[in-house]
């Protein structure tokens, strides 16, 4: 048979569609005609190690989940009680700090002293971070805390009289500093 032609598309007799593609039934009927190649597969996904890791916790985790969402009305029910004694303990945390909020009397002078708190501890990051890459340095305060760590303890908490002066002058500090109650 002749082939049949048009401008755009044209078929030999020789080719028969296979799921969308033409295939090629005889070499004479490829010779007359451009010859291709066949398609290759896609490449496999290349995952890196991480990817993988990644995926497989994942996995897990999904696992895990699920069994611990099957086992029941039990889980559930712990699950619901810690999620109720968090919120109380949160809402009573916030409802005691709104209190002593509203007791502060100067809260121009609170609010920029909490700045001003932030902004020494930022700085002083940036000062032990400076202090930590120079050479011998953080050795030598090593060993200084190490040094007077040790003369605290034997001079404060090893005999019982010492321990019970230590406790009195902290008792006392505190007395000073929020006041006498």
Request: charged content about 20%; glycine content about 4%.
């Amino acid at each position: 048979m002749a082939s049949t032609t048009s401008p755009s598309l044209s078929l030999s007799s020789s080719s028969t569609f296979v799921d969308g593609k033409t295939t090629r039934q005889s070499a004479a009927a490829a010779s007359s005609q451009c010859v291709t190649l066949p398609t290759l597969p896609p490449p496999p996904a290349v995952q890196s190690r991480a990817a993988k890791t990644t995926a497989y916790c994942r996995k897990i985790a999904r696992n895990v989940a699920a069994l611990a969402t099957s086992t029941g009305e039990v889980a559930t029910a712990e699950a619901t009680t810690a999620e109720t004694s968090t919120t109380e303990i949160s809402s009573e945390l916030v409802q005691k700090i709104q209190e002593a909020w509203d007791k502060v009397d100067d809260k121009y002078a609170v609010s920029s002293l909490g700045v001003a708190a932030v902004v020494l501890l930022w700085s002083s990051t940036g000062v032990i971070s400076a202090i930590d890459r120079l050479p011998l340095i953080p050795g030598v305060f090593e060993l200084v805390g190490i040094g007077y760590t040790g003369w605290f303890a034997y001079k404060n908490l090893i005999f019982k009289p010492d321990r019970e002066a230590l406790i009195t002058k902290i008792k006392d500090l505190y007395k000073d500093v929020i006041g006498s109650s």
